[in-house]
């Protein structure tokens, strides 16, 4: 049997477009991280760019609500000198491939370069990579439950900066993991890093079934699972993902799995704390620990343009002889 | 064929050439990699000990929309104020001058020098733009179907070789 070809990357193995964590080989995860560090300096400069993306047009395709990752994929693209465009593609649910596709067809042929796409339907962000021109680049800004790469590598890059090493670490991924694209991405990356310990940590209502299989370990029980952890990574609750009573109440929620600072207690002394935002304070986590000496959470957003620059600068670039 | 000469001594006359015309408030910049390991050197062996910056100059190439971006990279660091300075950039083989081009624009993103001096261990010649080197270890005619390389030994000891380009 021929192996499958991973869709993102080109026949020299390089990222031509970067839809998921999943199967994507360790030397390209350290090469956004490590290019990352590089643009993490330009953004501490008085002039923040580089010239690198100039002439290229950035399309930020947005078929759902973002405030964050928009605003950071747009920073990112201007810092590169890009030109951008920030769509925000009002839908009704009954978007069908044929018309997303009519609408990147129209877009390519203003010129785009790179499609930044956030769709609320798993795959979306691949079918547009299948139907593009071989020099168009798609990046997957969140898909429905599946993927949300670029948050993922931010969290890694997040964790490397403050644990320099992913080899002797346990990450504890806490809450709603079962419409989370981010958990998915984080846990995708963190094992091909070489972590070796990544808990999942979640009521049974809010559990992917046989989520094992990713290599995690499961808990029910957040002060079991949260003993000795090096990262602890809040995810957002989400309501309005929420079909029918998953969960008895919010405050009840806190109870069971919100982030106190006693239970950040039985996690390492050291242990960083991370939420990808927004956050519902007093849902999953204490504002005291949201602004506590442990949060990382704003230096997360701050690495996030870094990241999304990495990765845009390495997608354009593909394909040269290099 | 050119001997190839002995990198050490190369660089104790570059690093004479500095001690003697050198500004005595001039601060270094090395160009990664060479760059860098040379300017490292003369921070600590130059009668002055200038402050020392490192440049990669990846996000500045003129060569990105055909080559892409260099699979490593590594973080620019300027520790000092670049408004006003006298910078003497430092690299190892000057052959295009574009390199050292890209060096220049990035140096101006931090401010506006007072100067920017040229210090390379070697000049192989064949420039593509109008640079030219204030301080030279030695200039050399290297066929066009090579590339000269700067090595440095675990223990900090410099070698030149040619590699098939």
Known sequence: MLARKNPQLNDQGELHHLLTTEGLPKAILTQILDTADAFVSVGEREVKKVPLLRGKSVFNLFFENSTRTLTTFDIAAKRLSADVVNLNVRTSSATKGESLLDTVANLTAMGADIFVVRHAESGAPHLIARNVPPHVHVINAGDGRHAHPTQGLLDMYTIRHYKKDFTNLTVAIVGDVLHSRVARSQIHALTTLGCPEVRVIAPKTLTPTAVERLGVRLFHDLREGIKGADVVVMLRLQNERMNGAMLPSASEYFAHYGLSSEILSLAKPNAIVMHPGPMNRGVEIDSGVADGTQSVILPQVTFGIAVRMAVMAIVAGAGGSK | ?165
């Open chain 2, 1 to 165: 064929m050119n001997l190839i000469p002995e990198a050490e001594a190369v660089y104790r006359a570059l690093r004479e050439q500095l001690n003697a015309a050198m500004a005595f408030d001039a601060k270094l910049v090395g160009i990664y990699s060479g760059g860098v390991w040379l300017a490292q050197r003369l921070a600590n062996e130059l009668n002055a000990k200038p402050a020392l910056g490192k440049i990669d100059v990846s996000f500045y190439r003129d060569d990105y929309k055909t080559a892409g971006l260099k699979s490593v990279t590594r973080r620019t660091e300027i520790p000092f104020e670049v408004d006003g300075a006298h910078i003497v950039l430092v690299d190892d083989v000057l052959y295009t001058g574009r390199s050292v081009r890209a060096a220049i624009n990035e140096l101006f993103d931090y401010g506006r020098p007072a100067s920017i001096q040229l210090a390379v261990l070697v000049d192989r010649g064949g420039r593509e733009l109008p640079v030219q080197p204030d301080y030279v270890g030695e200039n050399m005619i290297v066929a066009e179907s090579v590339s000269l390389v700067l090595s440095q030994s675990d223990a900090g000891v410099l070698s030149l070789a040619t590699e098939p380009r």
